[in-house]
């Protein structure tokens, strides 16, 4: 009898046994790497997803977000696709086998796909920029590689002020001032 009440009185403290396989899982992968000086200095036009080919060391310092797209770029050399300049930071527990930090790496695209934004980059004032870097469901590192035209200066001013005005309209219409 008294076993009875304390196991009644344990399943009220713990609530109602959840079934099996329905907890939510949550996702341990880190938020993308984004580029968001891209944006800005871009207007872009056109985007593709692309693999890259990492080491092992690299793909563990971007899993902890260890990455930035600050000067990266990307060039068609060779009929191929190459991130240049991104920089990932040393996996510390990589020890001998670690990676350079800068070093031009390769993204794989379809051929095709390839040969696309390699046309459309070479039309004036276009350029090929990585947008951000991100895992994907399957757990794979993959590019986000944009089109973009450089922006002017006046542009950016415009859009800044646009930026401004919409705002200053959103604090009138809530009442915060």
Not at 6 to 17: E, Q, V
Not at 52 to 69: F, M, N, P, Q, T
Not at 76 to 99: A, Q, R
Request: glycine share 10%.
């Amino acid at each position: 009898m008294a076993l009875a009440t304390i196991a009644g009185s344990l399943s009220t403290i713990r609530g109602p046994m959840a079934k099996k396989g329905s907890a939510k899982k949550e996702s341990t992968a880190p938020r993308s790497i984004q580029n968001r000086k891209a944006r800005y200095d871009f207007a872009i036009s056109d985007t593709e997803e692309a693999g890259i080919a990492l080491v092992g060391s690299e793909v563990k310092s971007l899993y902890l977000g260890r990455g930035h797209l600050n000067d990266a770029f990307c060039r068609v050399i060779n009929g191929e696709l190459f991130l240049i300049n991104m920089d990932i930071e040393p996996y510390e527990k990589s020890g001998v086998f670690g990676h350079e930090r800068r070093r031009d790496r390769k993204l794989l695209m379809h051929r095709k796909q390839i040969e696309t934004l390699d046309r459309k980059s070479m039309e004036k004032g276009f350029t090929l920029v990585p947008l951000s870097v991100y895992f994907n469901d399957k757990g794979r590192v993959k590019v986000q590689v944009g089109l973009g035209r450089g922006k002017a200066d006046y542009d950016k001013r415009d859009k800044i002020a646009k930026d401004d005005a919409r705002r200053e309209v959103d604090r009138a219409k809530s009442g915060k001032y």
